[in-house]
Structure formats: C-alpha cells, structure tokens
C-alpha cells in the first residue's frame, strides 16, 4: 500500500539553511565566495597578497574611444624615390609635365611619412600627409594634395598665420 511522502521544500520553508549547514554552503561554486577571484576586496585578506604588487588591479585604467577612428595605411616618401621608375611602368604612378602624379588611394594607402630624402618633383595626392613629409617635397619642387577636411583645416589656418 503507497504512503504519501512529504515533500522536502514544504519542510524547509522556514529554514535559512534548508539542511546544508552554514547558509554559504549551498552556492554551485563549493564553499567560497564566488568563481575567479571573488573575495579579493581591499578589505579582505584571503587574497589580497595575490594582488599587492599589481597597481593595475584596483580602479579603472586608461580610456576608450567611443566612434569610429580612422585606419591609417602609411608609406614613405623613400619608397618612391627608389621605385618611381618601375611605378611608372607599371601605370601606379604617372610621369605628367616633369612631376611624378602620384594617387595614395589607387595604391591602397592613405598617409604620406618623411622618411627618406626627396630629389624628384611629385604631385601627392593623400589623405593624410605628416609635416615633414609635406616640407621636403615643397623644398624639391613638388606638392602635397590633403582631402582630408580636419587636416586641411589646420593647414589653412598655418597659411593665414603666416
């Protein structure tokens, strides 16, 4: 003949511990705190020595850039000086009226840099150009096209002031 057990939830619903012992007993993740490194808190001790010599692990740290931020895909001046010719050839470059026409975006880059000397007239066009790189192929003859409106901007500005 079946008896009618009771179930063990209606036993326990006045209980803290519900037959676990210490109410911390009963979490999913043994008898500790947490998972990772739960209980590192500056107050507690259990594993602050693990984490003394870190400066890094207490407070925020740095900043994030929220928006987009532009991918620069930069080349030198110096690899023109030495490839114009075989640019030329390859219809990467141009050769018009003693200038080297040079599109920075047909060739998948978007900055100009100033490393390297300039002793050819170039016409640049680019998005981005450094300063120095814009100074040397002024000082050879040549010049230096920006599309990009901040960068422009500023150098507008530079001309008014001078």
Known sequence: MPYNKRK???RFRGRTNHGYGS???HRGSGHSGGVGMAGT?????GKKPMVWDDPLY?????????????KINAINIKYFEENADKLVA???????????????KKLGYNKILGSGDVTKKYKITAQYS??????????AGG???????QASHKQAEVKAEN
């Open 58 to 70: 207490f407070g925020k740290h740095g900043f994030i850039m929220h928006g987009k931020t532009a």
């Open 143 to 149: 010049e230096v096209i920006v599309q990009n409106k």
């Open 8 to 10: 063990k939830n209606t």
């Open 90 to 104: 390859a219809k990467q470059i141009e050769h018009k009226e003693g200038y080297y026409v040079v599109d920075l």
């Open 130 to 139: 450094s300063s120095g790189a814009t100074e040397k192929i002024k000082q």
């Open 23 to 25: 109410k911390k007993k």
């Open 41 to 45: 808190g500056k107050r507690s001790d």
